[in-house]
C-alpha cells in the first residue's frame, strides 16, 4: 500500500532541506550575515508588513525568544525596522527597511535561479496550482493549535 502523505511529507522535507542548505551557502558567498531562517522572516515581512512579531514567530514555528534574537539582528544590519503595536503596546510590529526591500529582491532572484535548476526538464511542474494546495494547507496549520489531541 502506497502512502502518499509518507511521501509528500519526505520530499517536503527533501526540497525543504536542500533549499535550506544551499541557500545558506549562496548567503555566505554573497557575504549576507544572515541564515536562512533571517531570510525567511524578511521575506514574510515583505509579504505582510507591517506584521506582528508574535505572529511572525508562530507563522515560522520559532520560539520567541529566537524570534526576538533575530529582529534584534536583522535591525543592528539595518534590515527591519520595529515599532510598537498599537492594538497592543508589549508586541512589535515588524517592516523591512529600504535596504531590506533591497535584500529580499537579491534574494528572491536567487530563489528563482535556484528553482529553474532544479525543476526537471522533462516534468514541468504547475507552480500555481502547487502553490495554491499548500497555501490552503499552510493555512490549515496555522490555525490548527493542538496537533495531538486526537491522536
Not at 525543504?16 to 554573497?30: K, S, V
Not at 507591517?50 to 533575530?70: F, K
Not at 529580499?104 to 528553482?115: G, K, N, Q, S
Amino acid at each position: 500500500m502506497e502512502d502518499y502523505i509518507l511521501d509528500f511529507t519526505t520530499n517536503l522535507a527533501i526540497l525543504h532541506r536542500q533549499f535550506q542548505r544551499d541557500m545558506n551557502q549562496i548567503l555566505e558567498a554573497d557575504q549576507v550575515p544572515i541564515n536562512i531562517t533571517e531570510f525567511y522572516l524578511l521575506v514574510l515581512v515583505s509579504e505582510a508588513s507591517p506584521i506582528n512579531q508574535r505572529m511572525a514567530a508562530r507563522t515560522l514555528a520559532v520560539d520567541e525568544g529566537l524570534m526576538t534574537r533575530m529582529v534584534r539582528h536583522l535591525v543592528h544590519l539595518s534590515l527591519l525596522v520595529k515599532t510598537d503595536d498599537p492594538a497592543e503596546r508589549r508586541n512589535k510590529q515588524l517592516a523591512l527597511t529600504t535596504k531590506g526591500k533591497q535584500l529580499v529582491t537579491r534574494a528572491i532572484e536567487v530563489l528563482h535561479h535556484w528553482w529553474q535548476h532544479v525543476t526537471p526538464n522533462d516534468a514541468p511542474v504547475d507552480f500555481q496550482t502547487l502553490t495554491e494546495q499548500l497555501q490552503q494547507l499552510s493555512v490549515q496549520v496555522l490555525n490548527f493549535d493542538h496537533p495531538f489531541d486526537d491522536l
